[in-house]
């Protein structure tokens, strides 16, 4: 599962003619593996498990050492043949517990979605669920219209249902925070924030609706259909959704780690379970994709697993987009089908070349250091591909220099991810993780937020108007343009799920957050010179020259001003305890939030209130001009805060975010 604190692309982290209202449109004269063909072509090594054995040991070890990750495992397929399925590093450190593809489990997160797209597809061909029918016939609860316009199974399938991030009812360490799907579905339903069918936008809580349709139409309960209709005529024995695990896998599942040196951490409880629960081995894995590589595999026909694997949907421009459930990752001008999966100590990605028949899966159980899993998956990725899948000898295509400076111009500023809350508090995550484009010494592109999805150093060189292309990955970046305005952006690695839109002046960090850096410190002074000042008096054994209700009015500006900085430092706590626990948001800190959103519109509008009352009096007993600047200040500080509170919805009751 990729976590908006993750916000890369939150994995993080994101051709048009210039002025073009239609978006991005190829150059005639660039062809689109051209413009993802790698820097050289050379001869495909022979994909064979000495070679590929040979191969992943001289990468993989090294890799995981460097990134201190504890434990890996890798498997790679062609066709019905398991060429490499190998664990390297430990499964569980302080054992010195080898890591063993047959047996030991891994969490795969969001991989897991394609075993319930599947399930899905399985329910199609029996003619109970619809793909373009509103989902609200398969439901036990109504999802309302969005514009007057009904979700389908092929919006959720496609990650453009339209709904916001959700973040309360996603993992934990606590059992007890498991759900029904019954229970879970209509408690957790999160606003819906675009038109159905328009915008990419990754929701877990989306999949898990499709995981209890299948179980409404099914009559069975998600656990039991994926192992009655999926696990076991696979032979998948070593996997499951259930949680906790049941004893027979309990002690086969691997520990995960912040990194190598790390205690191991508690089995994490993702709870829209469909959307990222299952533990498998990596050989079990194996098994999901030689079927997805042979026509279905006996669990789907044919002619269903390529409707899943062709369909392609709209993205922005040449870009990569959503198959059913499959995201396209194209590289040396070859069409991947894959998906990726985040727990909080599990990374995980399934890669299938259906023309070439090779799947590859790679898990690891450790975040390792400075993002050094997202680096690993992506190298992997590439270099494997370059070295078994090598594309055309490439053929340069480069915009006229005046014109890349241009448009590279028009690509500065900060841009908010489709992928995120919009309408709760945790909007307010989205002004620390702004997107940000800027220029390099050489007029070109910059986005830092995409610097560790890569093993190397990001070289953004525009090869289509408003299509730029990594040198080092062939990756592309690309934006939609509108009456000479940037309208939207992704690339190619986070396309399918989630594109990046202009910042709205109003949550726009490149003001506001220099306006709140000079609100907390006017704040922070008035705070501290009321009990300062009152020192000093008494010290002194001097007079205050304030009396009566210009007296009153001084104080309680400072009262509030204490009362803000209270606020602050809850929301500073709330954010920590989130940073270092994504489950300590589901339950255990619901006092504080509620606290919060009390606390601080009382905060911020008292104190913009009494400031005001406060220079009223200053103005009408016609104080020193020292002692009204402040006054003025004050006020400024506090109607920012009072917009930072109204922009960000830092109040309220409702507790699905």
């Not at 027979?248 to 191991?264: I, N, S």
């Not at 040198?471 to 989630?498: C, H, I, K, Q, Y």
């Not at 001097?542 to 009362?563: H, I, N």
């Not at 920590?576 to 959103?597: E, K, Q």
């Amino acid at each position: 599962m990729r976590f908006i604190r993750k916000m890369m692309i939150g994995l993080t982290a994101l051709a048009a003619l210039p002025l073009a209202a239609q978006g991005p449109v190829p150059a005639p004269a660039v062809k689109k593996a051209e413009a993802m063909a790698p820097k050289a072509a050379s001869a495909p090594a022979a994909l064979d498990a000495k070679d590929l054995e040979a191969w992943m040991d001289g990468f993989l070890p090294y890799a995981l050492e460097r990134g201190r990750i504890a434990g890996a495992v890798v498997v790679v397929v062609r066709g019905d043949e398991v060429l490499l399925q190998k664990g390297y590093g430990f499964a569980d450190v302080a054992k010195r517990a080898p890591v063993l593809p047959e047996t030991t489990l891994f969490r795969p997160g969001s991989v897991s979605k394609l075993i319930t797209w599947t399930a899905v597809m399985q329910q199609v061909e029996a003619g109970k669920i619809d793909l373009d029918r509103d989902v609200n016939a398969y439901l036990d609860f109504r999802i309302p219209p969005f514009e007057g316009k009904p979700i389908t199974m092929r919006h959720i399938m496609t990650h453009t249902a339209g709904f916001e991030e959700s973040v309360r009812h996603l993992i934990s360490s606590d059992p007890e925070a498991v759900k029904t799907l019954k229970e879970l579905m209509p408690l957790a339903l999160p606003e819906r924030v675009f038109a159905p069918g328009t915008t990419p936008a990754y929701s877990n809580y989306a999949t898990a609706l499709a995981g209890y349709i299948v179980e409404r139409v099914s009559g069975q309960g998600f656990d039991d259909y994926v192992e009655n209709r999926i696990f076991k005529p696979l032979g998948m024995t070593h996997s499951t959704f259930r949680q906790p695990l049941p004893a027979r896998l309990a002690p086969h599942m691997a520990k995960g780690y912040a990194d190598v040196t790390g205690k191991p951490q508690p089995f994490e409880m993702v709870i829209p379970a469909p959307a990222g629960a299952m533990s498998a081995s990596g050989a079990d894995m194996a098994k999901f994709m030689i079927a997805h590589l042979n026509g279905g595999g006996g669990i789907l026909k044919p002619e269903t697993a390529r409707q899943m694997h062709d369909f392609k949907a709209a993205g922005v421009g040449p870009l990569n987009s959503m198959a059913l459930g499959f995201y396209e990752q194209w590289v040396n001008g070859r069409r991947a089908i894959a998906h990726g999966g985040d727990t909080v100590w599990f990374h995980s990605y399934l890669w299938l070349f259906p023309e070439s028949d090779i799947g590859i899966f790679l898990s690891m159980n450790a975040q390792g250091r400075d993002g050094a899993t997202g680096a690993v998956r992506s190298a992997l990725f590439h270099k494997f591909a370059d070295r078994y899948l090598p594309g055309p000898p490439e053929k340069p295509s480069q915009v006229d220099a005046a014109t890349a400076r241009d448009h590279a111009r028009m690509m500065v500023g900060n841009y908010v991810s489709s992928r995120g809350s919009f309408t709760n508090f945790f909007s307010l995550f989205g002004l620390l993780g702004l997107a940000t484009i800027s220029l390099t010494e050489d007029g070109k592109i910059s986005v830092p937020a995409l610097d560790g999805l890569g093993a190397g150093a990001r070289d953004w060189v525009e090869v289509e108007p408003f299509v730029w292309r990594d040198s080092g990955t062939g990756e592309r970046l690309a934006a939609e343009v509108s009456d000479g305005r940037v309208v939207r952006w992704s690339v190619d690695p986070g396309s399918p799920f989630m594109v990046f839109e202009p910042a709205p002046f109003g949550v726009n960090a490149a003001w506001l957050n220099p306006a709140l850096i000079f609100a907390f410190g006017i704040i922070l002074l008035t705070a501290l010179a009321w009990p300062v000042r009152a020192l000093v008096r008494r010290r002194f054994k001097a007079d205050f020259a304030l009396t009566g209700k210009s007296l009153r009015a001084y104080r309680l500006s400072r009262a509030f001003a204490w009362l803000v900085l209270a606020a602050a430092a809850g929301w500073i706590a709330l954010i920590a305890a989130f940073t270092a626990d994504i489950g300590s948001i589901g339950g255990p800190l619901d006092w504080l939030i509620h606290l919060l959103r009390v606390l601080t519109p009382l905060a911020a509008f008292g104190l913009l209130a009494t400031g005001g009352w406060h220079l009223w009096f200053s103005i009408k007993d016609k104080r020193r001009w020292t002692m009204k600047l402040g006054a003025v200040l004050l006020i400024l500080a506090a109607a920012v805060l009072v917009w930072v509170t109204l922009a960000f919805h830092l109040y309220g009751f409702g507790m699905v975010y």
